[in-house]
C-alpha cells in the first residue's frame, strides 16, 4: 500500500524546456512534501519542500505545486538543463517528531542537449 | 567535508554471514535513518533513531537491528543474510523539531551496495 507515489518512471525532454514530474499522495495527514535528486553513486540531496498550508514554492528554476484537494504534487524545472538529468524522489512527512519521511518510487529525468 | 559518511561502499556476503554497516554524522544531528533503495520501490525506512540510546521499527525492519550507542553513529545489523536484503543502503541525519527536519530534509550518506549471494 504506497502512500506517495510517481506514476511516470521516467521523462525525457530536451535542454531549455520545461520539466514537469508529478507525485500523488493518499494520506491527509501528511504536512510536509519535500523533492530530492539523486546522481548514480551518490546520496539523494535535498531539492525543494512545500507546506501543507501552501500551493506554492518557488527556488531558483524550481517550483513545486501542492493540490491538496486532488493530493497531488508536482516540481517543475524551468529551463530544464542537461545537469538536472538525474532520479527525483517525492518524499512526505507526517505531522509530529518522528521526523520519518515516506518516499515515492522515484523518476528518472533525462535532458537531451 | 562535513556529512554523513557510510562504511563500507560495497560488499558481497554469502547466505547466512552476518555484518554491520557503519553510518557517522558530524552535523549533531539529532535523528538518524536506515534507507533502503530496490529498483520500482523507491526509499524504504528500515529503522530510525531519534536520539542516542534510542531506535525504533520502520516500515521493513525484518532481519536488521540498530544501535545509537553515540550520537554520531547509527549501525545496522545483519545478523543472517538473505539474498532478499540486496539492496543498496542509505544512511541519512536530520535536525530534530519537525519544521527545521520539513524545510531543509535530510542530509543522506553515499550509499552501501550490498549483495548476497
Known sequence: DQQVKQNSPSLSVQEGRISILNCDYTNSMFDYFLWYKKYPAEGPTFLISISSIKDKNEDGRFTVFLNKSAKHLSLHIVPSQPGDSAVYFCAASESGNTGKLIFGQGTTLQVKP | ?117
Open chain 2, 1 to 117: 567535508n562535513a556529512g554523513v559518511t557510510q562504511t563500507p561502499k560495497f560488499r558481497v556476503l554469502k547466505t547466512g554471514q552476518s555484518m554491520t554497516l557503519l553510518c557517522a554524522q558530524d552535523m549533531n544531528h539529532e535523528y538518524m535513518y536506515w534507507y533502503r533503495q530496490d529498483p520500482g520501490m523507491g526509499l524504504r525506512l528500515i529503522h530510525y533513531s531519534v536520539g542516542e540510546g534510542t531506535t525504533a521499527k520502520g516500515e521493513v525492519p525484518d532481519g536488521y537491528n540498530v544501535s545509537r550507542l553515540k550520537k554520531q553513529n547509527f549501525l545496522l545489523g545483519l545478523e543472517s543474510a538473505a539474498p532478499s536484503q540486496t539492496s543498496v543502503y542509505f544512511c541519512a541525519s536530520s535536525y530534530a523539531t519537525g519544521s527545521q527536519m520539513r524545510r531543509y530534509g535530510y542530509t543522506f550518506g553515499s550509499g552501501t551496495r550490498l549483495t548476497v549471494v
